[in-house]
């Protein structure tokens, strides 16, 4: 499995810019190690991410996956004009500039210092400013009750290793009612190699390992990327056992005339099997 297996904005070796050698493992790390490998992992990675893939996010769009599946088509936040809305993982504020331009009042938070200089200068290049932080989603900087939906496409989730301390966290800061929605990577994907040919079709490890995916590097034996899986019943049970109603359980499939080739997606595989899941649930 190479890092694209649970995020479409994950380094990939295709595009990645050179980094120094590392290895893979497959082992428990702690919150620390994951937070302090993928913020300086984005930060090296934020421009040629921008650069490979801005103009199919947009400067102002709302895409949920590699797919394509944009939210004026999904209509999974629902009304958003007046809303106070949160974008976890928001990195260089595309999704959070759409929502503002549809009338909502939407804020960012993402751990790449990198990402959050992009969404500045793409805020000075539109006119459409969206309010971020340095920060991670375990310990979201904002006062209990503040927003009306919280949101993450594709964001920070599965890179936390403490994702009940996340969830619960989206919880503090949401209002009774509130929508919270994400996308991911769909969690059958970990059976297969993060390959977009054929041979990314042929099941080669068990979906119910859940023992992270790390990087080393090889020369400081520093942790530099990790990724967390869980399973569809992981992320029903946690959102349940947090106080949320499971409302939406999307997993788009692949445009025929959509040809585009990103990490691990591809139309090889995407007409076969789902590579994205999108939750959506509602606050008790």
Known sequence: ????????????????????????????VTETESRRANGPDWDRYADEYQA??????????????????????????????GRDVLEVGSGAGQCSRWVRAQGGRSFGIDL???QLQHSRRIDHDTGVAVPSVLGTATALPFADGSFD????????LQFVRDLDVAVAEVARVLRPGGRFAFSITHPTRWMFPDDPGEAGLVASQSYWDRTPYVEVDDESGEVSYVEHHRTLGDWVGLLAGTGFVLTTLLEPEWPADHDR???????VRGRLTPGTAIFGADLR
């Open 1 to 28: 499995m190479s890092s694209t297996a649970g995020n479409p904005a994950a380094p990939d070796s295709r595009h990645h810019p050179p980094l120094p050698p590392v290895r893979v493992e497959r082992r428990p």
């Open 261 to 267: 080739v990103w990490g691990g997606w591809s139309a």
């Open 149 to 156: 939906v919280v949101f993450s496409s594709f964001g920070a």
């Open 52 to 81: 490979t893939h801005g103009e199919f996010l947009g400067d102002v769009g709302f895409v949920w996956g590699p797919e394509g599946l944009r939210e004026d088509e999904a209509r999974i936040l629902g009304d958003l004009a």
């Open 112 to 114: 790449s210092h990198r």
